[in-house]
């Protein structure tokens, strides 16, 4: 009984438009988009039934998810929701899952608090007890205007979450992408940035043949997101 009412409760949730707030900033998610049911402040998910807040505009947001095809950057719809229930892990290229969720930290602290989050990340790839110890090799030359290092330790002919390159911009400010490598590494790329007019931190996962298109992604998306914001 509370399987199949949890499970009416996420099917009615993602038939709504996702509304509440980040930072105080009032958004409206269309449900075209959404890809889960927004999980709200004091949210318990985990719950059997899910004990969720009642959507409202000031309602305090955890997090919310989106999906957007590629290259159109539409919601699932009639058209495209054939690759969408036949993908796989070897033909999941046209479909981009968006996460974002609000920083702590305010707005105009963004740039400096995105550099420091590029170091940590980049440190917990290669924290724990390796032997030899693991590090970061930084290739002469950007990768599609990206700085691009790779992880060297690993053995990357064997299947595993730690073969990775990492990418980011020159500034360390605007972009940090991790993208599994070498013949064993996943083929998806994650990658995070900052909306400093949310205060939120975007996370995306695609297919790591889109890098490439690593600026496009990311300006389509916030341009995306930013439509959300309820204009006064």
């Known amino acids: 009984m509370t399987v199949a009412l949890a499970r009416c409760s996420n099917e009615k949730a993602l038939n709504q438009p996702g509304i509440g707030s980040i930072n105080g900033i009032r958004i409206v998610i269309p449900a075209e988009y959404k890809l889960f049911p927004v999980e709200y402040e004091g949210d ?39 690759s969408w229930v036949g993908r796989s892990s070897e033909n999941d290229n046209s479909w981009i899952d968006v996460g974002v969720d609000p920083l702590e930290k305010s707005p105009d602290s963004s740039p400096d608090w995105f550099s420091g989050y590029i170091e940590r990340m980049m440190k917990s790839e290669i924290n ?6 693991w ?32 990418f980011y911009d020159v500034n360390r400010s ?8 070498g013949a064993g590494g996943p083929k998806f ?19 790591r043949e889109n890098l490439p298109k690593w600026k496009e992604i990311q300006d389509n998306v916030k341009r995306l997101i930013g439509s959300f914001i309820e204009r006064q």
């Open 44 to 82: 318990e998910i985990w719950e059997n039934p899910p004990q969720r807040h009642r959507p409202g505009p000031d309602v305090p947001i955890r997090s919310f998810s989106i999906l957007l095809h590629f290259p159109d950057y539409a919601p699932l719809n009639s058209e495209n929701r054939i």
């Open 174 to 181: 605007e972009t940090y992408v991790v993208c599994g490598a």
């Open 135 to 166: 590090f970061f090799e930084r290739s002469s030359a950007l990768s599609h205007g990206l700085i691009h290092e790779r992880k060297m330790g690993p053995d990357y002919t064997k299947m595993s979450i730690d073969n990775v390159d990492v």
């Open 128 to 133: 724990g007890s390796h032997e030899p110890v």
């Open 189 to 207: 790329c994650h990658q995070r940035f900052v909306m400093p007019e949310l205060g939120g931190l975007v996370d995306m996962h695609y297919a």
